[in-house]
C-alpha cells in the first residue's frame, strides 16, 4: 500500500495516534552507523538553515542490496504533526528510492553504504523552517528507523551565556544557560504564547530543555535568566577511543584480535563519581567514521567488535547502558550492560564502524526508567559542554511553527 495513502486512512481511522508526540524509531541490528553529513564532519544532531543540504548515509550489514525508500514529514514545535499537507512543504516527491548505494570493499564486514542528498531530482527542496523527521522503509513497506531534523531560518539572533547554577544545593553540579533573543525589529505579537525557546545539551534531544517562555522584554530583546528551570547537569567529559588502523591498538584500546572480525578490547574504565573534575578535551559524544590508509572510508572502513568493560559494583536497582550520538542516545539491549561475576565488572560488545567514538556510562532505575547521566560519571559544573537554543515562532493565525533562530555556546566560557 502507498504510504501516503496509509497516512490518509490512519488519521480518519486513528485520530488521536498522530497528535501525540512523535518518537525516533532505532533501526535492527543490522543497519549501522546512521549519520546526517551535511554541515558537519560529526555524526549528530543536524540542524540546517533553510536551503542547505540534507545527506544521511547509514551501512546495510546484510549484504542483500536491498532497496530503501525515504518519506519526509513535518512537526510542530512539540513534534505533534503539524497540519500542513505535503506540497506546502515539500517541493517535489519524497516515497522514492535511494539510489546512490555501493557495495563495501576489502572488508571483513559485508556491507552496502546509502547516501540520500536532499534536494535530488525527486525531492527538489524543503520550503519551510521548524522540525522534521525523515523515516526509512524496506521494500516491504516496514519503517527501518527514523531521524529527527531541524531547519531553520535566519531571522532573529539568539545569544547564548552559560553560568554556574544559581542554587547553591547543586551549583557544583548544574550548568544554567541565560538566553538572549534579539528580534531585529520584528514586532512579535504576545511573545509569552507565540515565541518558544529549546534548549539541547551536547545535541541530545532526549535531555533537553522545552517550552521556556520570555522571561523579560526590553527594547527589542526577549531575555531568559531563569534560575532553576533552565539548568542541566553538568555530567562528566565523555571517554573515547579511536580504532582507524583495525591491526593495532590505537586510543583507548587495550588489545586486538582477529576473529572472524577484528575485535578491540579497549582498557577497563573506572567509575568517575565523587572523584575530582579532570578536563580531557571530547567532543561531546559525536563519532566520526575513519580508517587509516582508506581512500574512500565510506566503503572501505571495517566493522569490528568493541569490548566495552566498567570495574562497577553490580546495582540490583540499576541497568547500565553505553550513551552517545552513535545510536542517537538510545537504550536498548544492543548497549547494555550486563555484570560478569567472574570479572567482577559489567561488560558489553557492540559492533561498530572504524572511527573515533565519544561513549559514557549511564543507569537507569529498573522501577521507574529514569535515566541518570551522571551515576557513574558525575557532575561537575566545569564540565566542557555543548548548547544549542532554537527559537519557534507561531504567529496569530499561522498553521506551523516556524524556527526562527539558532544559538550555540560551549561551557568552557562559563561564568558565575
Request: glycine share 6%; charged share 20%; with cysteine.
Amino acid at each position: 500500500m502507498n504510504k501516503n495513502i496509509y497516512s490518509v486512512l490512519l488519521f480518519l481511522v486513528i485520530p488521536f495516534i498522530l497528535f501525540s508526540q512523535v518518537e525516533e524509531v532505532n533501526p535492527p541490528d543490522f543497519i549501522k552507523t546512521i549519520k546526517f553529513n551535511s554541515n558537519t564532519t560529526q555524526g549528530q544532531l543536524p540542524i540546517l538553515k533553510l536551503g542547505e543540504p540534507l545527506v544521511l548515509e547509514f551501512d546495510a550489514l546484510n549484504g542483500d542490496e536491498e532497496d530503501f525508500y525515504y518519506v519526509i514529514k513535518h512537526y510542530n514545535y512539540d513534534w505533534t504533526p503539524s497540519v500542513l499537507v505535503k506540497g506546502e512543504y515539500l517541493k517535489g516527491l519524497d516515497n522514492q528510492r535511494i539510489l546512490t548505494y555501493d557495495n563495501s570493499f576489502n572488508t571483513y564486514q559485508i556491507y552496502s553504504h546509502y547516501d540520500l542528498t536532499i534536494p535530488n531530482s525527486q525531492t527538489r527542496a524543503l520550503l519551510k523552517s521548524g522540525n522534521y523527521m525523515i523515516l526509512i522503509y524496506d521494500d516491504y513497506d516496514e519503517l527501518m528507523f527514523s531521524r529527527k531534523f531541524m531547519i531553520y531560518e535566519d531571522v532573529v539572533n539568539v545569544g547564548v551565556m552559560v553560568k554556574r547554577s544559581r542554587d547553591v544545593k547543586v551549583i557544583a553540579e548544574k550548568q544554567s544557560i541565560d538566553i538572549k533573543i534579539f528580534t531585529n525589529s520584528i514586532n512579535f505579537n504576545n511573545p509569552l504564547e507565540t515565541v518558544k525557546a529549546l534548549i539541547i545539551q551536547n545535541n541530545n534531544l532526549n535531555t533537553s530543555i522545552s517550552d521556556l517562555k520570555p522571561q523579560y522584554t526590553l527594547g527589542n530583546e526577549l531575555i531568559y535568566r531563569y534560575d532553576t528551570e533552565s539548568a542541566f547537569w553538568g555530567g562528566n567529559e565523555y571517554l573515547f577511543f579511536e580504532n582507524k588502523d583495525v591491526r593495532a591498538a590505537n586510543v583507548g584500546v587495550q588489545f586486538i584480535d582477529l576473529k572472524e572480525l577484528y575485535h578491540g578490547y579497549l582498557f577497563t574504565n573506572e567509575p568517575r563519581k565523587g572523584r575530582p573534575y579532570t578536563y580531557n578535551p571530547d567532543i561531546n559524544g559525536n563519532f566520526i567514521t575513519t580508517a587509516i590508509d582508506r581512500s574512500d572510508v565510506d566503503v572501505e572502513a571495517d566493522y569490528t567488535m568493541i569490548h566495552f568493560s566498567l570495574a562497577q559494583q553490580q546495582l540490583k536497582d540499576k541497568s547500565i547502558y553505553i550513551y552517545g550520538n552513535y545510536n542517537a542516545f538510545a537504550l536498548n539491549e544492543l548497549n547494555q550492560m550486563i555484570f560478569n561475576t567472574e570479572s567482577n565488572r559489567y561488560e558489553c560488545t557492540i559492533r561498530l564502524k572504524q572511527g573515533f567514538y565519544n561513549y559514557k556510562y549511564v543507569a537507569v532505575d529498573k522501577s521507574t526508567g529514569i535515566l541518570d547521566e551522571g551515576a557513574i560519571g558525575g557532575d561537575y559544573w566545569e564540565t566542557e559542554n555543548n548548547y544549542k537554543v532554537l527559537v519557534y515562532y507561531r504567529d496569530l493565525g499561522f498553521r506551523y511553527d516556524r524556527l526562527i533562530g539558532y544559538g550555540e555556546a560551549s561551557s568552557i566560557n562559563i561564568s558565575n
